[in-house]
């Protein structure tokens, strides 16, 4: 495992106020080589975003990291200080999210944002900062981009935000780049120009993705890897093929089941049934259980490990338990 | 023509842009511009498009939850666009809309039942002592438990809370729901639900829907017919096996080569469209998509193009197919 990029190990994310603590990211560990793309995908309240944030150290309010390392080139950034996160934090980690207004600076212009990083973090001239974010707009296909660097965000669609954002993210050169629901927000035809500049990106620096999203078409795609999460934790692992060609948590399955085809006509949709729970409202056993419909009592009360069914892939399924038989059924 | 249901002629909605000194009228947003299409009795009419292209406000425009600029809203024959006062509030009952984020169309105040109660006072439809049996009724026909009656919309989740959503357009038992973007809210899982829910009920109650949602593979689930608009004007309207199998309009076809599809072993020929939509207050001339369209040629920058018939329902607006 030396040539792993970033290896998260048992990470546990918690907020925390005087009388209680939640738990919203549980015992998570997975890893990314270099030049890989690994899609974490799940619904809202999974912890996906949480996880992307707890490698940043973004974490908002009263959470923190509980436990757990998160390895970076070798470093664990757990055990980082404030500085030295920073340092590495919008330089060889970068990061775009899902709605670029909320995280470009209203009353700067494109330019200042851009060189500001480089100039702080890479010692650069204005000069030479400039260069490099004119180079970075005209790669993201800005033909104008000596313009661009002299206007501000409100003069710009959301694809062009997006677009602005991926070349403010790329302009230090990251090994890594955690991309969170990228393109939830832009309409199809944007959110086609915006995956496929990922894509040149990825392949001209050999920069890692960790993409975090819940549409699985994206997933199919952009990524080489998976990591399907429920509830906090893990449920599959596995390459994006075996997801979805041998998708084996039955979370997974419902959730590919669900979504209607666009090639072809479905008399009617499968649904998992009842809600998403909260992390205040986790099940107790396995989390999928309640809404799960190949459940055995035992799912209830005992809560399963991962479980090897191929060649990097996992399931956290009592149903590929090596002693399956033993449990008994409904 | 009977069996439609509703005939939408022409619809027009202008928003002024208002500028200078003493605030005159510089210009308009053409938000829907001379749109038509018609909806056949419980059938699913799909109207699909990208942000700001003007399906939200074709769809509030049909209810006159907007004011028409021009056109005709025919339904059951009768121009809504041109009733006031009392026969408008009568004529609504007939056609009911459900709205995109359920928590902020319900009052947060209001318990479920007064919720779901609320349009049947309004309406006076039967007696005071039975409405309450009908909205237990309505509650179990959508699936929510009916003992959580006295509940309030924040203890419920974003897909229990379309059910309240639907529930409120159904106490009328109107003959058409406008359904804003009625699942783009809800996550995979729970949007299947709701769009089972809404087919059960058409099923049910010969409800007819127009269903507006820029989610190109849920449209193609729920209609049985689809159109496409682009920057206010209907660019294609066709059964959707049809629209989806063999798009004419360069956009449609442009549109759908861009949804992602959730295999990876499928390539697909993709059409990548250069640019953004342009501002509905100063739409190019000619074709709307003419600056975007990768087969414009000359006619396309002068002359807009007329909706043109290509057989059974499949209409077009383009000049490739004159």
Known sequence: MSQALLQIENLKTVFENTKSAVTVVDDISFSMNKGETLALVGESGCGKSMTSLSIMGLLPGTGKVAQGKIMFEGNDLTKKSVEDISKIRGNKIAMIFQEPMTSLNPVLKIGDQMTEGLILHHKLSKKEAEARAIERLKLVGFARATDIMNEYPHQLSGGMRQRVMIAMAMSTDPQLLIADEPTTALDVTIQAQVLELMRDVKAEFETSILLITHDLGVVAEMADRVVVMYAGKVVEEASVFDVFEKSSHPYTEGLLKSVPNLESDQTRLYSIRGNVPTPEEFPIGCRFAPRCDKAMDHCFDHAPDLYRVGDRHQVRCFLYHPEKGTFSHE | ?322
């Open chain 2, 1 to 322: 023509m009977s069996n439609h249901l509703l005939e939408v002629k022409k619809l027009s909605k202008y928003f002024p842009i208002k500028g200078g000194l003493f605030k005159r009228k510089v210009g308009d947003v053409k938000a829907v511009d001379q749109v038509s299409f018609y909806v056949k009795k419980g059938e699913t009419f799909g109207l699909v498009g990208e942000s700001g292209c003007g399906k939200s406000t074709t769809g509030r425009t049909l209810l006159r939850l907007m004011e028409p600029t021009d056109g005709q809203i025919l339904f059951n024959g009768v121009d809504l666009a041109t009733l006031k006062g009392e026969t408008l509030r009568k004529a609504r009952r007939d056609l009911q809309m459900v709205f995109q984020d359920p928590y902020a169309s319900l009052n947060p105040q209001m318990t479920v039942e007064q919720l779901i109660e609320e349009p049947l006072n309004i309406h006076n439809i039967g007696e005071k002592v039975d409405r309450k049996d009908r909205v237990l009724q309505i509650m179990d026909t959508v699936g929510l438990n009916k003992n959580f009656g006295g509940r309030y919309p924040h203890e419920f989740s974003g897909g229990q809370r379309q059910r309240i959503g639907i529930a409120r357009a159904l106490a009328l038992q109107p003959k058409l729901i406008v359904a804003d973007e009625p699942v783009s809210a809800l996550d995979v899982s729970i949007q299947s639900q709701v769009v089972n829910l809404m087919e059960d009920l058409q099923q049910e109650f010969g409800l007819a829907y127009v269903f507006i949602a820029h989610d190109l593979s849920v449209v193609r689930h729920i209609s049985d017919r689809v159109g496409v608009m682009y920057l206010g004007r209907m660019a294609e309207i066709a059964p959707k096996g049809e629209l989806y199998t063999k798009p004419a309009h360069p956009y449609t076809q442009a549109l759908l080569s861009a949804v992602p599809v959730p295999n990876p072993r499928l390539k697909r020929e993709r059409i990548i469209l250069k640019g953004d939509v342009p501002s509905p207050a100063n739409p190019p001339q000619g074709c709307a998509f003419h600056p975007r369209c990768p087969k414009a040629f000359d006619r396309c920058k002068v002359e807009r193009p007329e909706m043109i018939h290509l057989g059974s329902e499949h209409y077009v607006a383009c000049h490739l197919y004159d």
